[in-house]
């Protein structure tokens, strides 16, 4: 019993180093990249095509986290069985809210009243599929207590987004490359928490 509350102690401490690490680096992010874009209607373009996208995330990735997680708590041989049946309902459900999203871009835009953004929705559906997948793998390492690996995987991707999101827009490539730049983050820590 000793043993176990050690293990929730240091996993609260790891998770919450971990989120407040998350979140200075969202707000380098915040800090920086108005500068680099350089007008107030291209950071308005990145805040609405990521403040969707991350709504929907947001949803996802509670849901799947905490879903995965209670079931791998309640018996550690299932960690397995339970990642694979998680990858399989987030195949069609992950899946088919990007398919749903990606179809719809076109009418989001407009309602935005700004048909360019259309490609930047499309773009930004990558941030979902990824999300719903790496969601499965970190509620994974929650629910066998693993929160070390847990709050390294989160620090690692608040650096690798920070670092893709700014230095695509740096490199001159505007709101198209800071949101490239998150898909391209978040595709780079799926793999590394795949293994």
Do not use: H
């Not at 935005?112 to 499965?136: H, K, N, Q, W």
Request: proline share 2%.
């Amino acid at each position: 019993m000793a043993d176990a509350a050690v293990t929730a102690g240091r996993g609260v401490i790891f998770i919450a180093l971990a989120k407040l690490y998350f979140m200075m680096a969202g707000f380098a992010i915040v800090f920086i990249l108005p500068r680099l874009l350089g007008t107030p209607a291209l950071w308005g373009n990145y805040l609405l095509v990521v403040g969707l996208v991350s709504v929907i995330d947001n949803v996802i990735v509670t849901g799947t986290i905490q879903a995965v997680s209670r079931f791998t708590a309640q018996d550690d041989s299932l960690a397995q069985a339970v990642k694979r049946a998680a990858l399989k309902v987030q195949l069609v459900l992950g899946g088919g809210i990007t398919g749903a999203y990606l179809i719809a871009a076109p009418w989001i835009a407009q309602w935005e009243r700004d048909p360019g953004l259309t490609s930047l929705y499309r773009l930004s559906a990558g941030i979902m599929f990824c999300y719903s997948f790496y969601a499965v793998f970190v509620g994974s390492l929650n629910g066998q207590r693993q929160f070390g690996r847990q709050a390294a995987l989160d620090a690692s991707f608040a650096t690798l987004r920070a670092g893709a999101i700014l230095g695509f827009a740096a490199a001159g490539w505007g709101v198209a490359g800071a949101v490239g730049g998150f898909v391209g983050a978040a595709a780079v820590i799926l793999v590394f928490s795949a293994f």
